[in-house]
């Protein structure tokens, strides 16, 4: 054993034989105190019967250490003289007598109640600790929004530490109990927009089975709030996954079922944007152009001009979306409306403050540009369009980025198969890909 601090005896490391003595300290069988610790009987038993000899393990030595130093002061004083006294001090023998018996079960008893008493201690202290310092909800819910619309201007790897910060404390709030009953409604919309900002940037990492996990907890938060805008907000981004998977079925189908939620323009603009992205993959023309349409004139509607964050949906995020349609579509002028909406798009968030531009939305319309030009034949337009984007650093490239520089680099080999004009690009591309 080693020194004590304020009177706690302090162990240095515990073996059988220190468990033991504090087991006999607190006076418990070793099915009472299994249960008082949390673990099984037979492990108890087993540190015991190998005393000195038993090795505890890391997660166990812990364990003892906070039961030792919630004890009350009569426990260690017991526990210091157990360890104090002789190694093998034997048992003494008690005649059974009718007063022993009682004696030892009114000892049990008082033995009970001296280990419920010091459980439910233990008990308060942690309810304490947890609700020290209750979150401020309206701080917590204004920076989950902040960083949803500002989501883009900053690498994914960052903004997801901060997510996942910001969710923990609001999950803490929840377990603990913490949140204001009034709240509750809100916190769990909260909790469902956090998971939001976890999901796109799992996705953007290519973590496409984590973004699900993530959006599996937005759909659980809208159903248990009852509240239909993240319902909406939920549909829209696990059909942004299975794009993500190429799964377009699917993708149109949570686009489709979204719209019964959608209460508001830019969350009726998403959904409809979704729809026809998912369409053109599919090759169905028809209701490309039907939810182009449909999505422009919802996004006539739409007041936040500049909200383009992930939980936003500006005109100028309609017009990305429909060039990331069109461009997948054969015919002539498909490909040149894909070319004057990318172009709106960049044109519409080159005019806001650098700290309001969607940095990675603004790239991918760069890609879509040029995939456009190529088709209709333009190399030097393509070859201008794609090359601040091959600029980029490491950290700024995203999986949506490398997979439509892939969709890239195929068109262009499909247009200029063995033109030496297009080997430049095609080695830019191929080097940004390896990169």
Request: hydrophobic share 40%; with cysteine; proline share 4%.
């Amino acid at each position: 054993m080693g020194a004590s601090v304020m009177g706690t005896p302090m162990v240095s490391r515990w073996t059988g034989r220190e468990a033991a003595a504090l087991r006999q300290a607190r006076r418990m069988s070793i099915r009472a105190y299994a249960d008082h610790l949390g673990v099984a009987v037979a492990s108890v038993s087993n540190w015991e019967k190998r005393g000195p000899a038993a090795c505890l393990r890391t997660e166990t030595q812990q364990l003892l250490d906070v039961d030792l130093a919630h004890a009350p002061a009569e426990v260690s004083q017991r526990f210091a003289a157990l360890l104090d006294g002789p190694r093998c001090a034997p048992s003494p023998v008690v005649e059974d007598t009718d007063a022993d018996t009682r004696a030892a079960a009114s000892s049990a008893r008082d033995t009970d109640n001296e280990a419920l008493v010091g459980r439910s201690d233990s008990q308060s202290r942690d309810i304490l600790a947890a609700c020290s310092e209750p979150p401020d909800f309206a701080v917590l819910r204004n920076a989950v929004t902040e960083l949803g619309v500002s989501y883009g201007a900053s690498a994914p790897g960052p903004v997801l530490a901060e997510a996942f910060a910001l969710r923990s404390r609001l999950y803490r709030a929840l377990g603990a109990g913490t949140a204001a009953p009034q709240r509750l409604s809100q916190y769990c919309v909260t909790v469902g927009y956090a998971s939001g900002v976890l999901s796109y940037a799992a996705l953007d990492l290519g973590h496409p089975r984590s973004a699900e996990t993530h959006c599996a907890v937005i759909w659980r938060m809208a159903q248990l709030c009852d509240n239909d805008d993240l319902r909406a907000w939920a549909r829209g981004t696990q059909s942004l996954i299975a794009r993500f998977r190429q799964q377009f079925v699917s993708a149109q189908m949570y686009a489709e079922d979204g719209l019964r939620y959608a209460r508001t323009a830019a969350g009726r603009t998403r959904l409809l944007c979704a729809a026809a992205q998912s369409a053109a993959h599919r090759g169905d023309i028809v209701r490309v152009r039907t939810f182009i349409s449909q999505a422009r004139r919802s996004s006539e509607s739409i007041t936040d001009n500049d909200n383009d964050g992930i939980f936003g949906f500006s005109p100028a995020k309609q017009r990305y979306y429909a060039a990331s349609s069109l461009m997948w579509l054969s015919d002539k002028k498909a490909l040149n409306s894909a070319a004057v909406n990318a172009n709106d798009a960049i044109c519409l968030w080159r005019q806001r403050p650098a700290a309001r531009r969607p940095f990675d939305d603004e790239t991918l319309a760069h890609i879509y540009l040029a995939t456009t030009m190529i088709k209709l034949g333009d190399l030097d337009a393509a070859n201008h369009a794609v090359t601040p984007v091959l600029n980029l650093t490491g950290e700024r490239r995203t999986s949506w980025m490398r997979r439509r520089i892939t969709n890239l680099e195929a068109a262009l080999n499909d247009r200029y198969p063995r033109d030496p004009a297009a080997s430049p690009l095609k080695h830019r591309l191929r080097k940004f890909r390896a990169a």
